[in-house]
Structure formats: structure tokens, C-alpha cells
Nanobody
Framework: QAQLVESGGGLVQPGGSLRISCATP????????MGWFRQAPGKEREFVAA????????YNKDSVKGRFTISKDNRKSTVYLQMNDLKPEDTAVYYC?????????????????WGHGTQVTVSS
């Protein structure tokens, strides 16, 4: 299975911005759909955003649309999540995951391979 490595998490004040990254083996993001999920303490893992191998994107509209942007760099085989106007309720461990190509899915069961996560804490 492809190894996914998240980075870039940290502590940020409310209203601040952060960009987290997911490094993948070469060509992974060209062949798979990639997703970002998050899990807060005591809560289920939640879909955040996904990007298809062709670049189509989808978001969890209720919680992050308009504030978060998913993107990828095929040359670097890296997926990014730019997070703006962060709120305390965005605090969670953020995971990236890979899924077979097709329509990007919000279901965790669609994703075959997961990273170990990066902690994002939004607090003053």
C-alpha cells in the first residue's frame, strides 16, 4: 500500500490560516482520488474534502466550504489542504487517504489507504 505522510499541523489562533500537506509515493495522486478527513476527540472521523485524479473537487459544505481548499501537485505527488478563517471547532487530527478513481467519495469506507494524521489545534 502507498505510504501517505501528513505534515504541517500545529497551533493557530482563531481566524488564522494553516496549510497541511500529504506526501505520497510518485504518481499516486495521478492515479487515485485523494481525500482529507478529520477526527476530533470523542467524535467520528469526518469527511473534509476530496480531489479526483483529474482534479475535480468536493467539500463538506456544511463545515468547511468557503474556508478550506484542497489542491494537489502532480509533480511533487503531494496533496494540500489550505485552511483559512480557522475556528476552534476545526480542532482535530487531520488524515489524508487514497481511494480508487471515480467520483470522489465522502465515505471513509471508500478509502483504502490512510496516513497517520497531523494535529491541528485552533485556540487563543
Amino acid at each position: 500500500q502507498a505510504q501517505l505522510v501528513e505534515s504541517g499541523g500545529g497551533l493557530v489562533q482563531p481566524g488564522g490560516s494553516l496549510r497541511i500537506s500529504c506526501a505520497t509515493p510518485p504518481r499516486t495522486v495521478m492515479w487515485y482520488n485523494m481525500g482529507w478527513f478529520r477526527q476530533a476527540p470523542g467524535k467520528e472521523r469526518e469527511f473534509v474534502a476530496a480531489i479526483s485524479r483529474t482534479g475535480s473537487v468536493t467539500y463538506n459544505k456544511d463545515s468547511v466550504k468557503g474556508r478550506f481548499t484542497i489542491s494537489k501537485d502532480n509533480r511533487k505527488s503531494t496533496v494540500y489542504l489550505q485552511m483559512n478563517d480557522l475556528k476552534p471547532e476545526d480542532t482535530a487530527v487531520y488524515y489524508c487517504a487514497a481511494a480508487q478513481p471515480g467520483t470522489p467519495s465522502a465515505a471513509t469506507s471508500s478509502y483504502e489507504n490512510w496516513g497517520h494524521g497531523t494535529q491541528v489545534t485552533v485556540s487563543s
